[in-house]
Each structure stands twice: as structure tokens, then as C-alpha cells.
Nanobody, 119 residues
Framework: QVQLVESGGGLVQAGDSLRLSCVAS????????MGWYRQAPGKQRELVSF???????NYTDSVKGRFTISRDNAKNTVYLQMNSLKPEDTAVYYC?????????????WGQGTLVTVSS
């Protein structure tokens, strides 16, 4: 069974930093894209950032210059370093993976990790 497990969320003050991690386990033959989404209370889930197998990255405008996504291919792990956090970054953060498993395409979601930024 392929699954994603996130960690690293918590309660911080504005200006602080957090690092989220997401580990993929199970039979994964290829990972094409790993990314992070977030969903704030009362809002739709939005893409925060993604990184491709080749290392290309993309960020939503509101986090550019503050967040950095990276991945460790050997560990099937993606990270999101979040600096200069703002109250508007408060949300549940979800890891997402797209790739190929055993005889099936994969699109997986983690269980979510809560990030709360106080002012």
C-alpha cells in the first residue's frame, strides 16, 4: 500500500519558521511530481508549491521568497521550508504525489498537517 505521511506542523508566531516533511512509502516505480497544498478554514484547497523529478519548482505568488520546496529522491521525501510565516499562512497543509506504482498511476494525498501562525 502506497501512502504519504506528513510531519512538521505546529503553532508558531508570525515571523517564525517551520519545516514540513512528507515521506512516501510503498511500491513506487516513479515519482513525477511532489507538492504541497493548503486549505485554510472556509477556503478552497490551493496549490502552494511543487517540484518535478527534474528539480523544477513552482510557487504560488503569496509564498515566493519565503517558502522553499526540496526533495530527497533516495528517500522519496519532499520538504517545505517555510520562513517569515504570516497569520494568513495558517492552514492544513497536504502533501501530494503523482507518479507510477505497480501497474497503476499514482495520485496520493497525505493526511494533512496543521500549521497555525499567531500574530
Amino acid at each position: 500500500q502506497v501512502q504519504l505521511v506528513e510531519s512538521g506542523g505546529g503553532l508558531v508566531q508570525a515571523g517564525d519558521s517551520l519545516r514540513l516533511s512528507c515521506v512516501a512509502s510503498g511500491i513506487i516505480l516513479r515519482i513525477d511530481v511532489m507538492g504541497w497544498y493548503r486549505q485554510a478554514p472556509g477556503k478552497q484547497r490551493e496549490l502552494v508549491s511543487f517540484i518535478t523529478s527534474g528539480g523544477s519548482t513552482n510557487y504560488t505568488d503569496s509564498v515566493k521568497g519565503r517558502f522553499t520546496i526540496s526533495r530527497d529522491n533516495a528517500k522519496n521525501t519532499v520538504y517545505l521550508q517555510m520562513n517569515s510565516l504570516k497569520p494568513e499562512d495558517t492552514a492544513v497543509y497536504y502533501c501530494n504525489l503523482r507518479g507510477r506504482g505497480w501497474r497503476t498511476d499514482l495520485e496520493l494525498w497525505g493526511q494533512g498537517t496543521l500549521v497555525t501562525v499567531s500574530s
